[in-house]
């Protein structure tokens, strides 16, 4: 009997023998129609006549499982393992991308795996919601920043509930919410008391489009990283958070982390620490007295000394000189300018230039007088600003030198022996054996560094030092879509922080948003909300205008997260306790330095005030590719390349989208969108629900290879969740569906165990066969992961004869190539077998593979 209709061949197939069962019932209860087998005939009878709806189960069980708060985790203590699996925090942009699904659907099947695994596992969400795209876009669309926010969210938060991820949403934060960045501001008042958030007038990118300053990192190319406009230099006060104050523990702290080795090393790189020495000269300079005025360089290889020929200083420090008097010349003075109004990564990029200072320096090892220049490849602010030059042995300075016509001095030969010439152009400058250098000549580098710092500290003109090419973190912006910094100015206690209770000082609403030509923040335009009284003194004062980078923002998140409403302080530190560090960071390469370094020098100022219970703040991080179009190229609206989750999510569901992103490639690479690709996981799960459904009704039985094929998905999809190598647990999926169809039908034991297997990456069709189609009560991602047998992944296994002494005493399961000693211990495990054993020694062991194994004991 057939319930089919033409058009869709596939239905048929539903549930045939459930429904050939409730076809009995129902004949053999004529008239009955209330027995509870006819209503389950009936329930039945509807899912055959449909084929599994994407649409309708997906709604049904995303609904189902809010109103069951099966991800809402509570914050009591238990046996279990508490894990916060964390993912970025989204930037409202207004619609999820493929990028947004990559990020949020494959960590969520690690999440439903960690907690099917015993651990009480948190996924939260968020939105970052302050910042310039925001802004921008607001400005474009003629509407407010916090219109366009809110919609935004509001869109978003539709769109990642259709994804079936596992977030708790009870526990979402939002930044502009005032009762996040109340805490913020809190954060930033402690900072500003202990000395770590301090205003200074540096040399700032400043984005002419944008209006403001930018962060170092913000700046792509010479060119803000928004809109690309070229960035200009400009002298700016500014309020700066000292990253450098951690400098050391962010390098040090990096060694026990489960991170990426490239995410480390770009971290190390971009703290930059290195190991040298300062080194003192005396300076002549024309009109003045000698030895007067000195300068003092930087080096890592103080081993070099003696082939020092030019000291070179920077533009920066020039100026300072200038400032103080120096009477620099013509020639000097506009060199000066013209350098300055450069950006650094401009002048390590171009051929370097320079100009003689006039002066003379001494070298104070061996009293050598070498000449000054002002080189616009020396930074102002690293090191000391100053550098003494060995062009023998640095690829620039040599550039230099030549240029310049300088002499060359050679003093380090390499070890080999085989030096090259330095004379004749080339450059040496890895370590070796000291040559022309008085005492030292001989000495291996490593070896003359120290002798020759020791010199140099005993003689008071150089000592030890370590540096780093970490910069101070720019903090204030001037615009207006960012969280206020809650300091005010007052004209005779100078700055004074807001005082907690009053906190947060909410971002005033205004109308005119947009940046000022002056340079000023927009929330200087709004006299009412800036003018205040000094909460010391109770003079008018004012409060301060900028606000924060969104850096800010994100750099905490997740400690809100344990406690997102807690209105006494930041997070409870029993609710700290228990979920952080969080235990499992998953995001893009791109936040390798910027987010994950403010985020870590975030935690260790906390940490610092006795605020938190961890130094570090993610000990596992995992780094996810990019989804490119069909194309290759990266997703973009003017490419035309970009994939629309929210129309695949229409047309294949949720569980399709999330298994091919899995399947398209390993996690960590990423790879171009294959529009065919989806096809083949779609078939895939349609055949799963099929397999199921139709043996589900049936009373199958197992066979041993339908056994195998679960216990072997059992063990490779757990070993690959947990490593997050998603694309080979969709393989092993196909590899057990294919199995289990030769097979024919199998029990409800099997068949639920397969469920589960499928349940992390495809949660909705999952749910749907436990629940409906193999009937049982509670979610499927309640279930413990099942745990599989080695035993019965055995392929083709025989039945072993094993004698005692020639006896045969029993027989085990066994593959028929198993070596002696797995033979053995099978047998020791077996019941009837291992009584033989106790007590006695085996003298000696026969055994044939396949056939048969012989102890024989004394
Ligand atoms: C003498 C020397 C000889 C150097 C030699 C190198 C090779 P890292 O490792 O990146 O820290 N330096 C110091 N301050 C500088 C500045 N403000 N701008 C540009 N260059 C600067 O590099 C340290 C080396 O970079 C220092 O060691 C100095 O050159 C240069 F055979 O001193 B060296
Ligand atoms: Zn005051």
Known sequence: MRYSSSSDKERSCYYPHRLRQGCATILSNPGNVETLETQAFLRYFDLIMSVYDHAIAEKKWQE?????????????????????????????????????????????????????????????????????????????????????????????????????????????????????????????????????????????????????????????????????????????????????????????????????????????????????????????????????????????????????????????????????????????????????????????????????????????????????????????????????????????????????????????????????????????????????????????????????????????????????????????????????????????????????????????????????????????????????????????????????????????????YTDPKNAECFADPERMQHWLPVGMYVGGAEHNTMHLLYSRFWARALHALGLTHFAEPFTSRRNHGIILGPDGQKMSKSRGNVIDPDELVREYGADTVRLYLAFMAPYEQGGPWDPKGINGVHRFLKRFWRYVTEAAGGDGSDTEGAVRAVHAATKDIGQDLAVMKFNTVVSALMIMLNDLEQEGPASRAVLSRAVQLLAPLAPHMAEELWREALGHEESVHLQPWPVYDEKKLVRDAVDLPIQVNGKLRGAIRIAPDAIEEIALERAREHEGIARYLVGVSIAKVIYIPGRMLNILIV
């Not at 103080?324 to 390590?348: F, I």
């Open 64 to 560: 189902r499982w809010e109103q069951e708060g099966l991800y809402s985790t509570s914050n009591i203590s238990d046996d279990r393992e508490h894990l916060m699996v964390l993912t970025e925090f989204p930037y409202p942009s207004g619609n999820l991308h493929m990028g947004h699904w990559y990020a949020f659907s494959l960590p969520d099947a690690y999440a439903r795996f960690m907690r099917m695994q015993g651990k009480q596992v948190v996924y939260p969400i968020g939105f970052d919601a302050f910042g310039l795209p925001a802004e921008n876009a607001a400005i474009k669309h003629r509407t407010h920043p916090r219109a366009w926010t809110e919609q935004n969210i509001e869109t978003m938060t539709g769109q990642l509930k259709s994804m079936g991820a596992s977030f708790d949403w009870s526990r979402a934060v939002s930044t502009i919410d005032p009762d996040y960045y109340r805490w913020t501001q809190w954060m930033f008042i402690r900072f500003f008391e202990k000395g770590l958030a301090y205003r200074a007038k540096t040399m700032v990118n400043w984005c002419p489009t944008d209006k403001t300053v930018l962060a170092n990192e913000q700046v792509v190319d010479g060119k803000c990283e928004r809109d690309d406009t070229p960035v200009e230099q400009r002298e700016i006060e500014q309020w700066m958070l000292k990253t450098t104050a951690y400098a050391s523990e962010l390098v040090q702290g990096l060694e026990g982390l489960d991170w990426p080795e490239a995410t480390k090393t770009a971290q190390r790189n971009w703290i930059g620490r290195s190991e040298g020495a300062e080194v003192d000269f005396s300076l002549r300079v024309p009109g003045q007295e000698d030895g007067k005025h000195s300068v003092t360089v930087f080096t890592t290889r103080p081993d070099t000394l003696f082939g020092c020929t030019f000291l070179a200083i920077s533009p920066e420090l020039a100026k300072k000189w200038l400032d103080v008097g120096w009477n620099g010349s013509e020639q000097v003075r506009s060199y000066v300018q013209d350098a300055l109004s450069r950006r650094e990564l401009e002048r390590m990029e171009r051929e370097k230039t320079g100009v003689s200072a006039g002066i003379t320096a001494v070298n104070p090892i061996n009293g050598e007088e070498i000449p000054v220049w002002i080189a616009d490849y020396v930074l102002g602010a690293y090191g000391t600003g100053a550098i003494m030059a060995v062009p023998a042995h640095d690829e620039r300075d040599m550039g230099f030198a030549q240029k310049y016509g300088i002499p060359v001095r050679q003093v380090i030969e390499p070890s080999s022996g085989q030096g090259a010439s330095a004379v004749a152009g080339d450059v040496y400058d890895g370590p070796g054996i000291l040559i022309d250098s008085e005492a030292y000549t001989s000495l291996v580098s490593d070896e003359a560094k120290q002798k020759i710092i020791d010199a140099l500290e005993r003689d008071g003109v150089g000592r030890r030092r370590t540096t780093f090419r970490l910069h101070d973190w720019v903090l204030s912006r001037q615009r207006y879509w960012g969280c206020p910094i809650p300091l005010i100015k007052c004209a005779s206690c100078g700055f004074v922080p807001v005082p907690d209770e009053q906190l947060p000082v909410r971002l005033p609403e205004l109308d005119d948003f947009r940046p000022a030509d002056d340079g000023r923040s927009p929330l200087a335009r709004d006299e009412a909300w800036v003018h205040t009284d000094c909460p010391q003194c109770g003079k008018p004062a004012e409060r301060e205008t900028d606000t924060m980078d969104t850096f800010v923002d994100s750099s905490w998140y997740f400690i809100r």
